[in-house]
């Protein structure tokens, strides 16, 4: 059968007003009774994309704040690129509003745009100072755009980008009016189809006034869109450094450490045949004392060793978790001009695995932590620096030392602040509930895990590269779609495992013989049979044995919990109590502790750290409850249960202290026992 559904017809009409003689394909889906062959084709090759740093050669601006707003009919969604908005003010278009950057746009006002479904438009104006007129290169840069975002600075297309929660850049040196003001606009589209990352679907449908258009997908968290985190200008010489790639090795005693470095530069004046260029390496302590340095070979590669180095710790396996170094790179002409100057954080650590464990440094790691969500009242998932700091102290407070970044990349900021903090990440793309596998799904998927690791390579807390989160594998080409994904992963890096958190029972599983290690999600005593805190222990034990034996590789659960409303209290415990909540949690605990004397079973993550936002559902109330903390990131009972397991896995597995609040003063037992 062969069919347009209305969500195609929707990205259609957008393609072909903005892209005017430009073939659109692979938008319609071919539904065949027999399996589609997929077919494995290259995915553009992300460069650059370096975070902004000032430095004696750069300089960075941001244009965070209040942008100018407005919101396309819904029936008309292309109407702004046809009327040329971007031609000139959004004011002289259609009346605006003020909107915040960075945050979603959808809980901001008190009408109906929480709702909307397709384009909105933004635009600022700023001014570039002369100054950047003058052997300068001028950038501007996008922390995410949430889904799709098409760029214009003056009126001239600058930039088209697919896939939300990931950063893209353009060079705009040639369109500023330096000196004067200037103007950005953004156009933003929300609509998710069965050919997007992650996928939806839009349907027409009647309501009181005639009919609508309705978004709706399958992923359990609402769909904010906007400019979600920051928009950077930054300049850049005329020849810069463009790409840093690092790689860090140690000794088998941990004495002496390795740090490896590529790098990668851009420039008008040279090309990258030219090996007159070098670069000069220096790496510094936390205290800033020069530890090591070096120059690059020809290619621009080269190594620094580190005697006596202070490896990268996760947090409560070492006194000092989460040290870093800070590398300065120096890219130099021949004649020894000093060209550009970037520095970045390296930590310095290796990783390994079996089909029995994974280890860091050279020792075992046990995972306990989160599934997470960027989710806060009012921003969305609007980057919000006091949140992500409360967040890391309750990350610390609670003793988790990991957590996955579901079901999307987290900020840049974040990745750096569990770099500092040693935290360890399991850093997942954009694919949730994938299904219906067709070959332009196949390469939006590919391309988001290639601009995921080149974002997020260097950072020492990415420790496993999460490539999906339940997807359906038992359906039809499922099996051929994983590998394709998997082998891209392990194309672009050697250095970490690979997993995906599957919800498909292990019998009808086709994508775990492509991972390094098996993450399972189960909702016993939840989702199935509801309320039976007698049907836990052993079911969360015979699959994970299940799927250890299916597959022979490390197993992590990486989902379970309940959903509770804080305040409500039941005894006995019942459903969305916090003693239900409580009694869930101890039940996996009872399993876990069976299931690490086996060897294999290297992890549990709760799900999920805090309450977060949904579609309406009658099953919601006012979205995921599942949090161990609330959206206001205040602890439920269950908090409190869930500090005293980390912590005592931490004294057991890694020598860690207890902290001196953990436990709460009862009674002199020695009085009691004597009386």
């Known amino acids: 059968m062969l ?62 704040g209040i942008w100018n707003f407005v919101r396309s009919d819904q029936t008309n969604p292309t109407q702004g690129v046809r009327e040329e908005w971007y031609g000139k003010d959004l004011s002289k278009s259609r009346p605006t509003i003020p909107m915040p950057v960075p945050a979603s746009y959808n809980d901001i006002t008190t009408d109906n745009l929480r709702d909307h479904v397709g384009t909105v438009w933004y635009d600022r104006k700023f001014f570039a100072p002369r100054s950047w007129a003058m052997d300068q290169r001028v950038w501007l840069r996008f922390g995410s755009v949430h889904y799709e975002a098409y760029v214009w600075v003056n009126g001239q297309k600058v930039v088209k980008h697919e896939i ?26 929300n609509a998710l189809i069965q050919t997007t990352v992650p996928q939806g679907r839009i349907t027409e449908l009647p309501n009181d006034d005639g009919m609508t258009i309705v978004q709706s997908y399958t992923f359990d968290f609402f769909n904010y869109a906007g400019i979600h985190r920051s928009v950077h200008l930054y300049t850049t010489p005329k020849t810069f450094i463009e790409e840093v790639v690092i790689t860090t090795n140690l000794s088998k005693d941990n004495v002496g450490g390795e740090v490896i470095y590529s790098v990668k530069f851009n420039g008008s004046a040279v090309n990258e045949a030219d090996n007159s260029l070098y670069v000069r390496a220096q790496l510094y302590d936390r205290e800033g004392k020069l530890v090591a340095n070096g120059t690059s070979d020809e290619e621009l590669c080269g190594s620094l060793q580190v005697d006596n180095v202070n490896p990268w710790w996760p947090y409560l396996m070492h006194p000092e978790p989460g040290y870093l170094y800070q590398l300065e790179v120096k890219l130099h002409a021949s004649n020894d001009e000093l060209l550009d100057v970037y520095r970045l954080k390296v930590g310095v650590r290796t990783l390994s695995w079996s089909n029995a464990t994974f280890q860091i440094n050279g020792r075992p790691v046990y995972f306990r932590g989160f599934g997470r969500h960027e989710d806060a009242d009012v921003r ?3 980057l919000d620096n006091a949140l992500m700091v409360r967040d890391f102290n309750l990350l ?40 219906n596998y067709n070959q332009e799904l196949l390469g939006k998927h590919k391309s988001s895990l290639e601009q995921l690791i080149h974002r997020d390579r260097n950072h020492p ?3 496993m590269w999460s490539i999906a989160n339940e997807p359906r594998t038992r359906e039809m080409n499922a099996d051929s779609y994983f590998q394709l994904v998997a082998n891209l992963t392990r194309s672009l890096d050697k250095t970490r495992p690979i997993t995906a958190a599957i919800a498909t029972p292990w019998t009808d599983d086709k994508a775990g013989r492509f991972l390094d290690i098996i993450s399972f999600n189960r909702y016993n005593a939840w989702y199935s049979n509801t309320g039976r805190l007698d049907m836990v222990t052993k079911k969360v034990v015979e699959e994970a044995v299940a799927w250890n034996k299916h597959y022979n590789k490390p197993v992590i659960m990486a989902e379970y919990g309940a959903d509770t409303l804080e305040g409500l209290h039941l005894q006995p415990a019942y459903v969305w109590s916090e003693e239900f909540q409580t009694e869930v949690f101890a039940r ?57 397991r980390y912590f005592a896995l931490a004294r057991e597995l890694d020598d860690s202290s207890f902290p001196e609040d953990l436990f709460t003063y009862i009674a002199d037992m020695g009085k009691v026992e004597n009386t």
């Not at 060079?171 to 933003?188: D, F, K, Q, S």
């Not at 970044?405 to 949730?432: K, L, N, R, W």
């Open 3 to 64: 069919g347009i559904t209305p969500s195609l017809l929707w990205k259609i009409s957008i393609q072909m007003t903005l892209w005017l003689f430009s073939f659109v394909s692979g938008l319609v889906l071919l539904h065949f009774s027999i399996a589609l062959i997929l077919i494995n084709k290259e995915v553009p090759q992300s460069r650059g994309m370096l975070y902004p740093r000032e430095s004696e050669t750069r300089e960075v601006r941001s244009l965070d």
């Open 588 to 644: 996996h605990f009872k399993a876990f502790d069976i299931l690490r004397k086996k060897g294999w079973f290297i992890g549990e993550f709760v799900w999920n750290f805090a309450d977060f936002k949904t579609a309406q559902s009658y099953t919601r109330v006012g979205g995921n409850k599942k949090g161990v903390f609330t959206r206001a990131r205040q602890p439920k009972a269950s908090a409190h249960l869930l500090r005293k």
């Open 380 to 382: 969305g998932k609007g």
């Open 164 to 189: 939300g929660h990931l950063p893209f850049e353009a060079e705009v040196t040639h369109l500023l009016n330096y000196g004067a003001e200037n103007r950005i606009t953004v156009m933003c589209d």
């Open 396 to 435: 610390k407070w609670i003793g988790a030392n990991a957590y996955r970044t579901s079901h999307y990349p987290y900020s840049e900021e974040s990745m750096q602040f569990a770099d500092e903090h040693g935290i360890m990440i399991v850093d997942e793309c954009p694919s949730v509930d994938a299904e």
């Open 461 to 463: 807390s990415v420790v």
